[in-house]
């Protein structure tokens, strides 16, 4: 199977779990054993290409800084690809420099996806029975795409993901493993980076290269 197959599922669930003036958020990034795959919650109406008149790759963090400005401080962002970013409004972003971007994460083998792809207007909260609907799709992405290392962002999404209890200021730096049906896989819980994790992002930063750098 491949990754793409994935997506009209995706979008029939927008339509149950998301916004119905929004477009679903899949994934992107390296797809073939890539280094790390970033696990994070689910995409906001912030990113530019859930608007229904994209034509793009609808990709996480598209039109957005922080995260971008994140994966530069830990290593793993061109420097002058951020400062494009940085630089640029989100109304700036079109289909040609998302594709540019994301040809720079498959470039340096990450891979980002959401455990939740349904695109809500605002960062609320979504309740752990509608991310869990998604569980085993995401356990499919990564069947597919074979990752390194996993990182898992925030109490909720780790908890979720391996289905146990995890506090992430209990777990910096520390590795666990899931199965995922006859592969292992080492999955590092992180603090989440954006909105009210931004007052943890020191430690995120810490963490992640110290992760990133085993």
Known sequence: MK???LNKKYDKMQKKYGDKNLSSIYNGGCEENPDICFVFMNPTGRNVAS?????????PWIGTKNIWKLFYQIGILDEVIYK?????????WDEEFADKV????????????????CTQVDARPLPDSVLKEYLDLLYKEIEI??????ITFGNQVSSIFLKEKISVSEWR????????????????????PVGNGMRNIDFVIEDLKDILGE
């Open 84 to 92: 494009e970013i940085q630089n640029k409004k989100a109304k700036d």
């Open 3 to 5: 990754i793409e197959e």
């Open 173 to 192: 730096k520390q590795k666990t493993k899931i199965k995922i049906k006859k592969e292992e896989y080492e999955v590092y819980p992180v603090y989440y």
């Open 102 to 117: 994301y040809e720079e994460v498959t470039n340096k083998k990450y891979f980002i996806t959401n455990l939740g792809k």
């Open 51 to 59: 608007e229904l008149s994209w034509k793009g790759r609808r990709s």
């Open 145 to 150: 795409i074979k990752p390194k290392k996993i």
